[in-house]
């Protein structure tokens, strides 16, 4: 009993939603053009009301913002992903925007750590292990200008092989149309996008993780994410607990069957080509 009240205060602290500072109605002379104000900006050209003495932490800052991280926190958004993801996702939708840095973002610079994780794991690439399927038309003596189409593909494919962070964002262009089947009577299309580009973020950055204290990508691991299962069904459990107010066991349950559309779709979208062969 006292496990489950403790667990319901948790639960409570992390439905609390990130706040800044409230405003004072401390006056300010701007330093720069001299305007009296009150807030946290200059009205008038948009200097800070507090001068802050120039150093290592204001050059980092100046850094940041030419990558579009300054004014909205990374880590701050990072660590909300894991301490309270299903909560701040959707505070995000709710209007709570300023305080999360961007979804799209998030995912391209998590994505380029995580090729640049993958690449110093080293390791050669198989690219025998790709499935060719100009080879198989051929097999299939298929019609010149059809081997010749889908030995173009074949290259498409052997390149996301070898660069991770495209592969990456085109596997989980499959797991967004997933959710959305599962998901679709409790969000529209595009929320379901937003939040499932914030939980691809989560999850790769346990990939990365991973890969840099395991020196290798997981077996076992839930497609698309390089995650183990272990780490990963929890933690999507929650993400979706959370997000979409479940229970844990009806959560567990649409999470897998998330996965299992996300198979199928993989499986049509790849074997379609072979489906057509005959009809070629």
Request: charged share 15%.
């Amino acid at each position: 009993m006292h496990i489950k009240q403790w667990l319901h205060r948790i639960d409570l602290r992390q439905q609390q939603p990130t706040t800044r500072t409230e405003l004072t109605d401390e006056q300010h002379v701007c330093l720069n053009c001299g305007t009296a104000f009150v807030g946290r900006f200059c009205p008038q050209c948009g200097m800070r009301a507090v001068y802050e003495r120039m150093t290592s932490k204001n050059v980092l800052l100046g850094f940041l913002n030419i990558w579009g991280m300054g004014s909205r926190s990374m880590l701050r958004s990072i660590y909300e992903l894991f301490w309270r993801p299903g909560y701040m996702i959707r505070d995000y939708l709710n209007g709570h925007q300023p305080l999360y840095f961007p979804p799209f973002e998030m995912l391209i610079y998590i994505t380029l750590f995580f090729a640049l994780v993958a690449f110093i794991r080293g390791g050669d690439i198989e690219t025998e292990a790709i499935f060719l399927y100009g080879d198989v038309f051929e097999q299939y003596g298929a019609a010149p200008w059809v081997i010749s189409l889908f030995a173009h593909i074949d290259k498409i494919l052997l390149w996301l092989h070898e660069n991770t962070a495209f592969q990456v964002i085109a596997a989980d262009i499959f797991y967004i149309v997933a959710s959305w089947l599962v998901f679709l009577r409790r969000m529209t299309f595009v929320g379901v996008c937003f939040s499932q580009v914030y939980i691809s973020c989560q999850m790769q950055i346990v990939g990365a993780a991973w890969m840099l204290i395991t020196g290798d990508e997981p077996y076992y691991n839930l497609p698309p994410f390089a995650v183990p299962m272990l780490i990963g069904i929890p933690l999507l459990c929650l993400d979706y607990a959370q997000l979409y107010r479940f229970n844990l066991w009806a959560s567990l349950w649409r999470t897998i069957l998330t996965f299992i559309f996300t198979l199928i779709l993989m499986l049509l979208v790849g074997g379609l080509p072979i489906i057509l062969v005959k009809y070629i």
